[in-house]
């Protein structure tokens, strides 16, 4: 195990000298990360902000979209894609939020126990271990790593990973490599590596920043 740690320690530190500490958005209010987490299932980040900007301009408070006609709110993320899913569950999870907490607000979260509060996330229907960890992470400033498509890919190319390991045991499985001050820095520029050198179907090797610390054969391409 701390062969594999210092591996993942020395490629998060490669891609900080390649692409220098990482900055996100502005944090959203952790009921506002939620929900665009949400809704960036199954699409890009352009069309999850657009129907996140078209849910707040049509309902300005999360109350007003628990209790609102639910084919309004289907019409108003209809950008984002699998409207007829995302709305109701949107819905749903505002819902259960309020009948525990009575109100909608998660900040409690930051005082909970980091595994009670990622079981608690869990819990409601639509929202999984990635989607957990970025209101976790990003949103409550706790050590959380989300894997979202190209974290998996890219960290399983690499060899960070071991062999047929699910996307959900990759959540805990990443968290105990890198070190959790990493966390941040490391989820966005693995994003970035896998967007921006190591796509999918054809990655661009030799331009790659950590291509002597990577399995993937060959190294590179013509």
């Known amino acids: 195990m701390k062969s594999i740690q210092r591996r993942a320690l020395e490629i998060h530190n490669t891609l900080l000298e390649a692409f220098g500490e990482p900055v996100w958005r502005n944090p959203l209010p952790p009921v506002d990360e939620l929900i665009s987490t949400i809704l960036s299932q199954n699409t890009n980040d352009v069309n999850r902000d657009r129907a996140f900007d078209s849910l707040r301009a049509k309902f300005p408070t999360w109350e007003q979209v628990r209790d609102a006609d639910t084919d309004e709110l289907i019409e108003s993320v209809r950008v984002a894609g699998l409207a007829n899913q995302k709305g109701p569950r949107i819905q749903q999870v505002l819902r259960e939020i309020t009948k525990e907490r009575g109100s909608l607000d998660l900040t409690f979260l930051i005082d909970m126990p980091l595994e009670e509060a990622r079981s608690w996330l869990t819990k409601f229907k639509g929202v999984g271990p990635k989607t957990a960890?970025?209101?976790?992470?990003?949103?409550?400033?706790?050590?959380?790593?989300?894997?979202?498509?190209?974290?998996?890919?890219v960290t399983n190319r690499i060899g960070l990973l071991p062999e047929k390991m699910t996307v959900e045991k990759a959540h805990p499985y990443l968290e105990s490599i890198f070190p959790p001050e990493t966390y941040y820095a490391a989820h966005l520029n693995i994003i970035r590596l896998g967007r921006e050198v190591c796509a999918a179907r054809k990655p661009n090797c030799p331009i790659c920043p950590v291509q002597e610390l990577c399995d993937y054969e060959p190294k590179t391409t013509i």
Do not use: E, K, Q, W
């Not at 790593?145 to 890919?153: C, L, Q």
């Open 133 to 153: 960890a970025i209101v976790l992470c990003f949103s409550l400033n706790r050590p959380a790593f989300p894997v979202d498509t190209h974290v998996y890919r």
